[in-house]
């Protein structure tokens, strides 16, 4: 996923694991309104590690 190809520039580093359905309408939100707006905010702070979870197709 594009935001955990991205590594983290400072120190100390914040890492974040979101497990996600991939066709959950909730976990699309999420991610699309929430944790990108947080991600590119801070973005030289965070690790993000994207994981497929449940029912992912």
Known sequence: AALADQQCKSSPCITID???????????RFITRQLATTYNGLKDHLNVNLIPYGKAN
């Open 18 to 28: 979101v497990y996600y359905e991939s066709l959950c309408p909730d976990s699309i």
